[in-house]
Every structure is written in C-alpha cells, then in structure tokens.
C-alpha cells in the first residue's frame, strides 16, 4: 500500500488503547488501523481508493512495525493473525463495478458527465493521471502505423478503450496473430504502463486446464497472454463464459471453499496463430474472437531498442488515444469495427478449427439434394476418408454430429431415425445428403 511507504517506526512502547500491558485487543487495534489507513475486504481481498490491494505485504509490515514494541514472541503469527480480524472489521458484501466511470491517478472521469478530483473506494485505479493538455502519442501512432493495417487500428483503438473499464459487453477477446518479429509484444507494455497492476499476464489455455486461474482474474481488467501456445483447447466453456459474463461465477482459490465472484476479464493474445479447440466446433467458441493480423517486418527497417519506453511516456496521450475508442465502441452499442481483413481471418479460423466445414463443401465425397439420404455411419465414414486423403486428422463423432446438428438447417439437411442402411437394417441418418465415395475405397 503506497501510503504505508513513509510510516514511522516505533522506536519504545508508548500508551496504546489497543494494548492493556499484557495482550493486545485485536479488534481495538483494527479499528485504529482501518482510520489511519481506509479500506475495505471483499472476498478475503482488500480494497483501498488506490483499488485492489494484491500484495498484502505492506499491510503486514505496517502492522508488524506498530505492534513490535509490544508483542515479545509469536511476532509472526499475531501479525498474521491481525489479518484476518481486519478482514472481518473492514468486509462488505458487494462492492459497485463502475463500468460508467475509469478511476485515474488524480481522481475520476465520469464517462457521461467528465473528469472530478474525487476518489472513493474502487475495484480498479489506473497508474495514468487524466491531462487534457496531454501531447499526442506520435510514437505510439507511428508504431501501430508500422504493426498493422490501416483498417485495422480502430478495432484495436477501441478494444484497449474498452479495457479501461469492468464491462463484458463488447463479448470479444482481441488476438493478434503474426510470424514474429513484428513488435506485437510491444503491445503488452503500453498496457502494462496504461493499466499497472489491473492487468494479469499469463496463459490463456491456462483458464481451462487449471481449477484455480479464474479466480487469479477476479477484479483485473485484461489477461494479456503474449506467447500464445498453437496447441488446441480440451475444452472452451470457462473461455466462453468469461468473455460474456454477466453474473457471478464460482471461483476456487487453492485450500479454499469456492464462492461466487465477478469477472470481467478481457483476453488478449499475441501470438503466431489463433485458439484453437479440440472438441468445440460450434460458432460460439469463434465468435467471441476477433483476430488481427500483423504486418510482416520491413526488410530495411531499423528496430528501436528504446521504443516501448518512449512509448510508455506518451502514455497520457495513449489514455486519451484509448478513451476515443471507447466512446466510439458505446456509441455503436459495444459493436467493434471490424475490417475486412479481420472477417476473412475468422472465416479462416473457423475452417482450420473445424475441417468439418471443408468436407462439407469438397467435391466427390457427399452431394446435397432434397431426395437423397446417407445413414450416420456412412456419412461419418466418408469424411474419415476425406481426411485421409487429405493428411488431416478426423474430428471425433461426437463433434461431427454436434457440428451437423447445430448447422442442419444451413446445409438444408434433416435427421431421421429410421433409413435403411445396406443390410436392411433401420438405423439413423439424414436426409438431404449422399454420399459418393464407397467406403470400401478407404482401404
């Protein structure tokens, strides 16, 4: 906690409330500490008007500094101890997310009403202080200018705007995909500098692999994940949750009982490809990215080892920069601008995360038409083939029939529970589709 920073040690034992002469009244303690120092702990987390206090350690040291003259043995123990008893003195059950405002540095800006020097207890401060005069971000232009298309940096202007504030409603996860050696990392620390500590690193594939990583994202405004892994997700539902979360979740922090917290998280990835599934083949899971691509490195351009600290000076600028993005983003309803580019990129992802789609659309394997039927098996069976033939590996059944199922009406095909297969035997199938390669050429 900043303001503990300067705090005088006691040097002797001087006439407390809290301390008889023998034993320290932890509760009277707790009372005095939380005048000098304001706070409040929700969800066994402290929250100051500076935002959420994740290191807990200056806490400790100011308590540890006050009660030293006065506790011979156990030290360590009754400062841990004090901790929990102001968890409780200071606990609320519910603090506002104030997606109508961003907490600065010098106070607050009110999206609707402008900036006041007032600041009261918050989820979120940002490091930046609010500086109408503030110059343009030349560097910061110039750089994007050199990362990607033209087109591109209002998607990208509005999705950092959009991080400025707890909100779910856009319902995107940003990725930006490259071959390397772009700057794309660049990116990362120009929001580390316009967010500080609201702001996680880490593995966006780790969401769905590790019980306790949502809860790591309670009260931040950004995952940034700027090594994204090609390899494809087991599952996608956390993911997908997060992103369009608009109720508590249950979080789990280790040795911990579960509860209900708030995420409003954003994702974003850098990387040299896009997420990808294992299993999830619906539109939901791609839907919910928007994927930009870097402009490959100029052959004669010369990199500027020092740029992302002339960057983060301009970070004032950026913030404003930001903030027009934002405006731009609500005005149009949490509707992102999207190019051109960027639709033929999900387009793109969406056929190399599903080759269902592919096979679907090839030639010489299955043919459409409103009087013809193939049963489940030879329908599956086929597409087994065109993956052969094709060096690519089949998606489960489970995941071709969910596809076909989700996608019946598009492809104007219909299930039925009884056709005839080539025994006679009655077993399921679809109408609408043939196939056309004889599974016995598989072999």
């Not at 040690?9 to 809290?18: A, G, L, N, Y």
């Not at 807990?56 to 929990?84: D, H």
């Not at 149009?332 to 639709?343: E, G, L, R, V, W």
């Not at 492809?411 to 035997?425: H, L, R, S």
């Amino acid at each position: 906690m900043n303001n503990m920073n300067n705090t005088k040690e006691p040097t002797h034992r001087e006439s407390v409330p809290w301390f008889d002469g023998k034993k320290i009244n932890e509760a009277v303690f707790c009372e005095e500490f939380i005048k000098d120092f304001p706070m409040v702990c929700l969800n066994n987390t402290f929250f100051t008007v500076d935002g959420m206090v994740g290191d807990e350690s200056g806490i400790k040291q100011e308590i540890y500094n006050r009660i030293k003259p006065y506790v011979v043995t156990g030290l360590s123990k009754r400062v841990t101890s004090i901790v929990e008893v102001l968890k409780l003195e200071c606990a609320v059950k519910s603090m506002p997310i104030d997606a109508d405002r961003i907490h600065l540095a010098n106070g607050t800006l009110h999206l609707t009403s402008g900036f006041t020097e007032e600041k009261v207890f918050c989820r979120n401060r940002l490091p930046v202080a609010y500086n109408p005069d503030a110059p343009m971000p030349e560097t910061w232009l110039r750089f994007l200018s050199e990362l990607l298309n033209d087109e591109d940096i209002p998607t990208l202007q509005e999705f950092i705007g959009y991080c400025l504030i707890p909100s779910n409603k856009g319902q995107k996860m940003l990725m930006i995909q490259g071959k390397g050696g772009e700057g794309k990392s660049r990116i990362g620390l120009v929001m580390r500098a316009l967010l500080g500590d609201n702001m996680n690193t880490g593995s966006i594939a780790k969401i769905e692999t590790s019980p306790f990583a949502r809860a790591d994202l309670e009260n931040e405004l950004v995952l940034l994940d700027d090594d994204l892994k090609l390899e494809a997700l087991p599952q996608t539902n956390h993911i997908k949750a997060i992103i369009t979360a608009e109720l508590p979740m249950d979080l789990e922090k280790k040795g911990k009982q579960s509860y209900q917290g708030d995420l409003y998280v954003r994702f974003l990835g850098l990387g040299n490809g896009t997420l990808q599934s294992l299993y999830d083949c619906s539109l939901g899971f791609f839907r919910r990215q928007i994927i930009l691509t870097a402009k490959e490195k100029a052959a004669d351009r010369i990199d500027d080892p020092y740029i992302a600290e002339k960057m983060c000076k301009e970070v004032e600028g950026i913030f404003f920069w930001a903030l027009e993005g934002l405006y731009r983003l609500m005005q149009n309803d949490f509707q992102f601008t999207i190019s051109d580019a960027a639709k033929k990129n999900l387009e793109e992802a969406v056929s190399d995360g599903n080759n269902i789609i592919e096979f679907l659309a090839s030639d010489g394997y299955v043919r459409f038409a409103s009087d013809v039927y193939a049963t489940s098996k030879d329908l599956y069976g086929v597409y087994k083939l065109w993956c052969d033939d094709n060096a690519l590996t089949p998606l489960s059944q489970r995941s071709f029939w969910a596809y076909l199922k989700q996608n019946a009406e598009k492809y104007n095909i219909v299930p039925i529970g009884k056709i005839c297969n080539d025994k006679g035997k009655k077993v399921r199938g679809y109408k609408g589709v043939e196939t056309l390669q004889p599974l016995f050429l598989k072999n």
